[in-house]
């Protein structure tokens, strides 16, 4: 094996020499929005996203994007039901269940159009 500057290995494969490649392997799962922000460089910005890939910061952008994206949507809800209080649970569980479902799509767009689409 033959080794550049870069710390690089290659094996020899016939006539080629071919360099030792190693992904980093995610240590854990992507949840819903990394795997949307994954999905959406692929797509999208498809240099962006390969680059990321061969240099290894892919992961941990797409962690990232996931761990911003929760508490977003964490805080904007907390900010959305002081705006907009749910009805009485116990009353009206069907309304307290339409109100939430309503306040969870909103948050969730803003999260999509700030954090995941852009």
Do not use: C, F
């Not at 290995?9 to 994954?38: A, C, E, M």
């Amino acid at each position: 094996m033959n080794t550049n500057s870069r710390n690089v290995t290659y094996s020899t494969v016939g006539d080629y020499q071919l360099p030792n490649l190693i992904l980093n392997q995610p240590r854990k799962p992507l949840g819903k929005y990394g795997r949307l922000r994954r999905t959406y460089l692929k797509q999208h910005r498809p240099v962006l996203y390969h680059t990321m890939l061969m240099n290894g910061s892919l992961y941990p952008h797409l962690m990232e994007v996931e761990q911003t994206a929760e508490s977003r949507m964490q805080q904007t809800m907390q900010d959305l039901l002081k705006q907009d209080p749910a009805p009485d649970k116990a009353q009206n569980q069907l309304m307290w269940v339409q109100h939430m479902n309503s306040l969870k799509a909103q948050a969730e767009e803003l999260v999509l159009t700030e954090l995941i689409y852009s």
